[in-house]
């Protein structure tokens, strides 16, 4: 009976000491998404069991056990009652548990890698040849590592639980108030500032393959204004938005991935294969006085760090899957995360070093790669091919809002149906999500310039991706004092909230110094 018995999610509202435990019934081993109203048995294995009945009956043979310990081990020498959460069968990340490795990979592929890896040339113009590749190969390995210890945090031998929200792993670790104030702006940021930034990135990217298609007859109509672009990019991705969960929008993150490589390799082929720019020069760029070079330095420094994201999705992706003692979930999802992270080594590395080549200082700071394929080969490529990477951008733009505004999604239900103790209707359901992509949107047409500040969003969510997962490591699994684990991630814990501060400082001082194009309700 220990392979069909699943480890339930931790709970998303704290319940009563008086409430009894719930177990699980055979149809939710594997998927409590069959229903959104969660199937609940009495003890004797009756749906409604009538206690007036007088009427002898012969008993029935139930799957579940009268009791449920710690990941259904019934070896444990304390044995603890395992309450089934109804409310987690109503929320869109854990409404079902039918994923697998696959799914897994398109997720995390999706997710892992965007347009904020085509700026990483521009912190080569900082750091250089050597050091930027060494700075681009210590921050991949050490974020891997964190992600392996997010997927291996995701369930709770001991107490049976299945943290499957990162800000649930925090608030467990850290306690809620301490947890609030460390990772609650991080998270947030990370799911609608995001989301924020992708209608404007896709918003213009389409705008701008409307002009390639088009051609001269743009000159001659009225076009679109950049306002309105976003508006067509946010009613795309709303639209797409009422697909009810996390496993529903599989196969928009396999297209969101199948894009994102799509278009990543294309740019830098494109740029290598047009050859390095007449008068490019690879020395670091170096200007005023020591300590500005070295506030330089660190908002390279933050770049790469931006470039790596999904963090804060790991735990939500790994909560799709059914898992058992036997059948852990953290096998078929490290499977499937080794497979997607090699596949964004193969774009991120070769986009950084083949767009430095390609370009040198001369890499537009603002846009980096795909601003620079437009601006000095938008007459030496043919407009399907410009036409091509552009549209690509646009669909993994629309990809990459359905996983990133998940999150949010699942929030916004979960207040729902914490006060309601029902699911949360379609109706509803829609209009949550009609309101969180048009905030976006007016979010991206108040603050147009939100996509230039890499370096400063680098520092600020770093902790959530090379900081957190270290000391929740540490909390959680309690490694034996100065054993190897411990020292690891004591060191990279602190020097991963060292760097954050900071980041953050030396990303304001660069602002400040050189400034950015501020336009509040002008997107450009």
Known sequence: MGEGKEIYSAPITPKTASSPPVSCPPSQFHSPSLTRSPLLQSENG????????????????????????????????????????????????????????????????????????????????????????????????????????????????????????????????????????????????LSAGTCTTLIIIGGTTARTFYQVVCGDACATSKPLTTTEWYLVFTCAAVVLSQLPNLNSIAGISLVGAVTAVGYCTSIWAVSVAQGALTGVNYDPIRKGSSAENAFSILNALGIIAFAFRGHNLILEIQATMPSSEKHPSHVPMWKGVKVSYTIIAACLFPLAIGGYWAYGQLIPSDGGMLTALYTYHSHDVSSFVLGFISIFVVINGLCSFQIYGMPAFDDMESTYTTRMKKPCPWWLRSIFRFFFGFLCFFIGVAIPFLSSLAGLIGGVSLPVTLAYPCFMWLKIKKPKKHSVMWCLNWFLGTLGMSLSGILVVASIYIIVDTGINVSFFNPQ
């Open 46 to 189: 009756d749906a409604h069991p009538n206690p007036k009945s007088k009427t002898p009956r012969t008993p029935r043979i139930s799957l579940t056990p009268r009791f449920i310990t710690p990941l259904g081990s019934p070896m444990r020498k304390a044995l603890r009652l395992t309450k089934l959460d109804p409310q987690d069968a109503w929320l869109p990340i854990t409404e079902s548990r039918n994923g697998n490795k696959y799914y897994a990979a398109f997720h995390t592929l999706c997710s892992g890698i965007g347009t904020q890896a085509l700026v990483l040339p521009v912190a080569f113009t900082i750091l250089g040849w050597t050091w930027g590749t060494i700075s681009l190969s210590i921050a991949f390995v050490w974020q891997l590592y964190t992600l392996w210890l997010l997927v291996h945090l995701h369930e709770s031998v001991e107490q049976g639980i299945r943290y499957s929200r990162y800000l649930q792993l925090v608030f467990a670790t850290f306690g809620e108030k301490m947890g609030k104030l460390l990772a609650m702006f991080p998270i947030l940021y």
